[in-house]
C-alpha cells in the first residue's frame, strides 16, 4: 500500500543542534514532495517542496530538503535550530494526482 | 500566501446533532478541496476530495452519509457531521488547491468535540 513514513516521532534537541528529519514514501511513480509545520496552536504551513529539478530544495527559516530517489527519501535538514522552530513536522507526497498523503508527523522540541 | 478560512474553529455540541464545517477559500478560487482529520498525535488522515459542482470522493472506510460534503462554489465547501457521536470528536482540517498555481493551503482546523 501507500504510504509515507516519518522514522522519528518525537525529537529534543538543544539550540544549534543540527536537525535531519526522516521521510520514506512507497509511491512507484513520479511524486511531488512537501514538508509542512505546525506551529503550537497553528494551522499547517509549507516549508518547502520538490516537484522536478535540483533535488536539494531551499525552504523558509533556513530548512532545506533532500530527494534521494532511489532511496524514496525527502530528509529535512536544518544547520542549526533555534528555540522558535518547535513544533511538528509532517512530509507529505502528492503522486500526481488530486491527493495528498501525509507522515504521521515528527514533533522537535527544541530547548533554550 | 493564499488564505483559507475555516469555521468554526472550536464546536462543541451534544451528542445526535448535526455540526456543519466551513471551509472558505478568501483570495483565490479552488476547484479542489480536501477534508482531512487528524487524531490526537497522529498524522492527517485524507477523509474525502470535493470537486466544485460534483459529489465529493471519500476515501475507503469514510461514511459519506455521517459526513456530508457540499463544493457549491469555487471558494466555499463544507463538511457536515451528522449524528454526531464522541467518536467523530477530532480535530478537522481542510485545504484548496488553488486554480491556478496548483500549490494546497490549508484552513486553521475546527476542533469538534461530542458530548
Known amino acids: 500500500a501507500q504510504s509515507v513514513s516519518q522514522h522519528n516521532h518525537h525529537v529534543i534537541l538543544s539550540e544549534a543542534a543540527s536537525l535531519e528529519l526522516g521521510c520514506n514514501y512507497s509511491?512507484?511513480?513520479?511524486?511531488?514532495l512537501f514538508w509542512y509545520v505546525q506551529y503550537p496552536g497553528q494551522h499547517l504551513q509549507l516549508l518547502l517542496k520538490?516537484?522536478?529539478?535540483?533535488?536539494l530544495v531551499k525552504g523558509i527559516k533556513g530548512f532545506e530538503a533532500e530527494f534521494i530517489k532511489s532511496k524514496f527519501s525527502f530528509n529535512l535538514r536544518k544547520p542549526s535550530v533555534q528555540w522558535c522552530d518547535t513544533a511538528e513536522y509532517f512530509c507529505?507526497?502528492?503522486?500526481?494526482?488530486?491527493?495528498?498523503?501525509f507522515g504521521a508527523g515528527t514533533r522537535l522540541t527544541v530547548k533554550p | 500566501g493564499a488564505v483559507v478560512s475555516q469555521h468554526p474553529s472550536r464546536v462543541i455540541c451534544k451528542s445526535g446533532t448535526s455540526v456543519k464545517i466551513e471551509c472558505r477559500s478568501l483570495?483565490?478560487?479552488?476547484?479542489?478541496m480536501f477534508w482531512y482529520r487528524q487524531f490526537p498525535k497522529q498524522s492527517l488522515m485524507l477523509m474525502a476530495t470535493?470537486?466544485?459542482?460534483?459529489?465529493?470522493?471519500?476515501e475507503q472506510g469514510v461514511e459519506k452519509d455521517k459526513f456530508l460534503i457540499n463544493h457549491a462554489s469555487l471558494t466555499l465547501s463544507t463538511l457536515t457531521v451528522t449524528s454526531a457521536h464522541p467518536e467523530d470528536s477530532s480535530f478537522y482540517i481542510c485545504?484548496?488547491?488553488?486554480?491556478?498555481?496548483?500549490?494546497?493551503?490549508f484552513g486553521e482546523g475546527s476542533r469538534l468535540t461530542v458530548l
Open positions: 485545504s484548496a488547491r488553488h486554480g491556478s498555481t496548483g500549490e494546497l493551503f
Open positions: 509511491y512507484g511513480g513520479t511524486v511531488n
Open positions: 520538490y516537484f522536478s529539478g535540483d533535488p
Open positions: 507529505a507526497v502528492n503522486a500526481g494526482n488530486n491527493d495528498m498523503r
Open positions: 483570495d483565490f478560487q479552488a476547484t479542489t
Open positions: 470535493s470537486n466544485e459542482g460534483s459529489k465529493a470522493t471519500y
